[in-house]
């Protein structure tokens, strides 16, 4: 299996909803990742887990709250969104190896928030 | 972070080779050189990673500068399938990739 498999593919949620976002790989990556990727942009780094702890927040709001309760799942929680926060949300997994390793990205959740 | 520097866009046509250039001028001697790419509605894909040699896959072949302020992405024979947006990740400190704006890729048949 070498995929990251992101559920649920759409969500539309309000904003006073709690909603989450989930991820799963089966490759043994002991390093996953969490994107926000707004429409025409790039990718943006918001949280990065190593050995299930985390170990990099680029100052994410704490609106979004991630969870790594085992080597193969991710989870973002999501509460009290703004419309702003509607985007594409990519999670990623790859060995520990600093970079010296490819990533495997999932095709994304598409959050809308209303 | 090193800062990397790619072209908006670049076309080409089908079946033809496709030089992609980036510079990454403030790249660390020990950070590696990504490079992804994403189609429409996608998440990214890898298609290969290099230090200082170049490398070749079944994608693509990264060809890297002597002092590593450069690489070039060369795919051999673009199809309409190798249409997207090309990322180059020039360096990859504490594990993390940082994405630059990238370069749209578009092919014609």
């Known amino acids: 299996d070498t995929e990251v498999t992101q559920t649920p593919k759409h969500l539309v949620m309000g904003m006073t909803n709690k909603k989450s976002l989930k991820c799963e790989q089966h490759m043994g990556h002991r390093a996953m990742y969490w994107y926000k990727q707004k429409a025409k942009k790039p990718p943006e780094l918001m949280f990065v887990y190593s050995y299930e702890k985390l170990s990099i927040n680029e100052s994410v709001p704490s609106r979004f709250s991630p969870e790594c309760p085992n080597s193969s799942l991710l989870n973002l929680h999501l509460h009290a969104l703004q419309p702003e926060d509607s985007a594409l949300y990519l999670c990623?997994?790859?060995?520990?190896?600093?970079?010296?390793?490819?990533?495997?990205f999932g095709s994304g959740t598409r959050l809308t928030v209303v | 972070d090193a800062k990397t520097t790619q072209p908006n866009s670049m076309e080409s046509n089908e079946e033809e080779p496709v030089h992609l250039p980036c510079n990454h001028s403030t790249i660390s001697g020990t950070d590696y050189i990504h490079w992804y790419r994403q189609l429409p509605s996608q998440g990214p894909e890898y298609v290969i990673h290099?230090?200082?040699s170049n490398v070749n896959n079944r994608m693509a072949s990264l060809a890297i500068a002597e002092d590593r302020k450069s690489s070039t992405l060369i795919l051999h024979r673009a199809t309409l399938r190798d249409a997207a947006v090309y990322y180059c990740?020039?360096?990859?400190?504490?594990?993390?990739?940082?994405f630059g704006q990238g370069t749209i890729l578009t092919v014609h048949p």
């Open positions: 290099g230090l200082t």
């Open positions: 990740i020039g360096g990859t400190s504490y594990g993390k990739l940082t």
């Open positions: 990623a997994s790859s060995q520990v190896e600093r970079g010296r390793v490819g990533y495997t």
